[in-house]
């Protein structure tokens, strides 16, 4: 398995066929399709119900999607960070806020956050805990502002009451 792999799959998914996949990725539909037969073979699962209108991810399509984010997601934050210890001043961080969050606490510190590091790229999403809660767990989302209606021990998580 390569990172090409992971990158074609999760493109093919986001777009919903492959012609539109391999255009926004800047490759040759045949590229794209050879690319998800060999990893379809190497994992020994079908992927894609493939039809007239497009693909749809099987369920094993929807396991592998999942994780191939998550990879996508670490392989990223890798680069960033070499690029942070070789001085360059770079990078991306997804933030997650709550309704409440987003509009009392998000433009006050996002402003700061900029003027501080002017390199970074952030993406802000809007959502409840529990909805983003899997996305925070695989790594997708880096920091979540808002209420957390049960707080639980997490072994690779931290929750700190802000208020």
């Keep these: 398995m390569k990172m090409h792999h992971f990158r074609n799959v999760v493109a093919v998914v986001e777009r919903g066929s492959l012609r539109a996949a391999a255009r926004s990725l800047g490759l040759a539909q045949p590229v794209v399709s050879r690319s998800l037969k060999e990893l379809e073979e190497e994992l020994g699962v079908t992927l894609f119900e493939r039809g007239r209108l497009g693909m749809v991810p099987t369920k094993a399509g929807e396991l592998f999607v999942r994780r191939a984010k998550a990879i996508q997601a670490e392989y990223q934050r890798t ?51 529990p909805m983003l809660e899997a996305d925070i767990r695989d790594g997708l989302i880096d920091l979540y502002f808002g209420p957390v209606t049960k707080p639980q021990q997490h072994t690779n998580m931290s929750i700190k009451p802000l208020m």
Aim: net charge positive; charged share 25%; aromatic share 6%.
């Design 79 to 129: 680069l960033d960070e070499l690029d942070q210890h070789r001085g360059v001043d770079k990078g991306s961080i997804v933030v997650a806020c709550s309704g409440a969050a987003l509009m009392g606490l998000l433009p006050l510190t996002l402003d700061r956050f900029r003027r501080r590091f002017p390199g970074v790229r952030v993406k802000v999403i809007e959502g409840t805990y």
